[in-house]
């Protein structure tokens, strides 16, 4: 009896095995995430909160989050009948707390992505507006959650212009409504 060596057709994966890659599209679901995520995007579709909405998403490192974001985030982004218009597509901000190593970085890079995020969608005046707003919550947020001395210059204008974070939420409150 002779013992054979493998050849590389005879060792080539059998397609069990998977990256550990999220999927980004529905054809590569094969978990049926399909519905969930038409009725969430419905849910958000149809909110007409006068307030800020929160959703999370909850469950443990490699259960599919991002999977489920990616597929949920296709499908706010492209209605399917083409008559939406662009002032009713949600405004869709991608941010990952894991990328900032301080409460300083975090805070100050998530209101930088949401006024930019406003402003890529084609609102640029509106986006300039609540854009310094944010910037300027986002100097004062970062002082008062991490003490950082480099920010004091940038909050110490925002107070000295008379605005406090209750100030800024007030006016942001004012304006957001704008995006529809």
Known sequence: M?????????????????SDE?????????LA????VEVIAGHILATDAPESVV?????????????????????LAFD??????????????????WHYGSVEQLVRM??????????????QELGKKI?????TAGAIASVFSSGAG????DAGKALKDDKGLPELKAQLDKLLPELN
């Open 110 to 123: 998530f209101f930088a992505e949401l006024a930019r995020g406003i402003g890529k969608a084609g609102r």
């Open 131 to 135: 854009g310094d707003l944010l910037n």
């Open 150 to 153: 480099s920010l004091l210059k």
């Open 2 to 18: 002779t013992s054979e060596q493998p050849t590389a057709e005879k060792r080539k994966p059998s397609g069990s095995l998977r």
């Open 80 to 97: 399917g009948d083409g008559d939406e218009q662009a002032s009713e597509q949600p405004i869709i901000i991608r941010f990952n707390p």
């Open 22 to 30: 999220p999927i980004r599209s529905l054809e590569d679901d094969r």
């Open 55 to 75: 959703i999370a998403f909850n469950a443990p490192w490699g259960a599919g989050k991002s999977s489920f974001l990616n597929l949920l985030e296709g499908r």
């Open 33 to 36: 995430r399909g519905r969930l």
